[in-house]
């Protein structure tokens, strides 16, 4: 969980934040939680990729899409540990967003199922004001590492 978050998660980053963790110990402090929770989990983050295409978001920057994370984040940072990195492909703007599964309040685990897969797009188009268009949200082969 270190080297896939500090650095291919936060690596490239031009912009980043974290929510309920310290942003340069958040690995550590995501496996001490879900120590303490005594919950087995297969899957130890939930990796949240989503993509905005250059030609359909009118010139959106790492600045805005940093104020859409920090948005979404919003939204799930009371229950849960968050770690998110904006940064450009080409001509593609990514935001990666990484969340410890386990509710740091109850203990128990959140699955990225397709309604939570829907209200997270629903977020991203709300807060970008893009409406319909191919960006997607998509959650990553979750890791394990």
Known sequence: MNS????????EA?????????LSCAADQMKTLQKYSGVKLKD????IMVTFVE????GLTAEDVD?????ICAEYSDEYQMVYAVHYFGLRLYLHIVINPINIHTME???MDACERGMMEAYVLRYSGLGM?????????KRND
Not at 133 to 141: A, H, L, N, P, Q
Request: glycine letters at 2%.
């Open 67 to 71: 104020q859409i994370a920090r948005k």
């Open 14 to 22: 031009v912009r980043r934040s974290s929510y309920s963790v310290d």
């Open 44 to 47: 130890k983050v939930l990796h």
């Open 4 to 11: 896939f978050i500090h650095k291919f998660v936060l690596g």
């Open 109 to 111: 685990v959140l699955r």
């Open 55 to 58: 030609y359909e978001t009118r």
């Open 133 to 141: 268009i191919s960006t997607y949200v998509t959650d990553c082969k």
